[in-house]
């Protein structure tokens, strides 16, 4: 019990729990801005991964570590484009879309890993560039609470920057506004003159947008190279996050740290001989468990009202 508490208080393991959050944050608040346009994200692990395959690319041939992070933004800004197309103008179906862009970025990034590198399995034979960590100047000298906030990689702190301006954008901004107008009944939206499809493209795009970000927060901020399939589920864990949070920013946030705090103790609990398979189930069995009390409780609550 003591090791454990040890675990809890020592600041490493708080870097431990942002560290797992950052990717799981920024997907979710991508899948929330297209969730709210009535146009569910479900390819997040494909642009996740396309993210951290073109980043870790850009940034070795480059030398720069911004211009990997911009080229992820591009990348994943266009996939979003392009399942705004297959959908919108195509009649494609959303959710076989989505699940197509999955497979084809797991395949697609293998195959260009392979003829950049001659190499399927991982980028280690490339010089990549890695994001920066930032040292707060005031808050890092505080005592006991410095080492805790100070310290982390930008993209980290990007993150928790991005909730509020994402819940602000949804409130109080007429694009936010038109995206909810989108989502909750898009013919009444069209009646009163905005595009349905202008507006759920911009939404998707900026999706994929978070999604090139986390994808190249896994490849050039959690590590400093790119393996196949290294997004390991993530894109679906940020949809769970994102149904968990109920459709807001802050919501989302406190999903995201109850997985995040999940995965880690399924990290460090693994030096307290525990079995690593049992670990390893842990940030997958949360989200089902939560999910299925949150459902029940919401079909007893309609059947109250009956």
Known sequence: MTGLLNIVADPATFAT?????TPLLIAALGILISDRAGVFNLGMEGMMLTGALVGVLVSAWTGSAWLGLLAAVVAGGLMGALMAFAVNTLGANLIITGIAMNLAASSGTTLGLFFATGDKGMSGALKSGVMPSIDLPLLGSIPVIGPFVSGHNVLTYGALLAVPLVSLMMARTAFGLRIRAVGVDPKAAATVGISVKLIQLKALILSGVLGGIAGA????????????????????I????????????WGTLAATVVIAIAETLAITMQTLGLPNELMQMIPYVVPIVILTIWTARGRAKRAALK
């Open 217 to 236: 927060y896994l490849s050039m901020g959690y590590v400093s190279w790119f393996a196949q399939d290294m997004t390991a589920g993530r894109g679906f």
């Open 238 to 249: 940020a949809i769970a996050i994102e149904v968990m949070g109920m459709g807001t920013a």
């Open 17 to 21: 729990v942002l560290r797992v959050m």
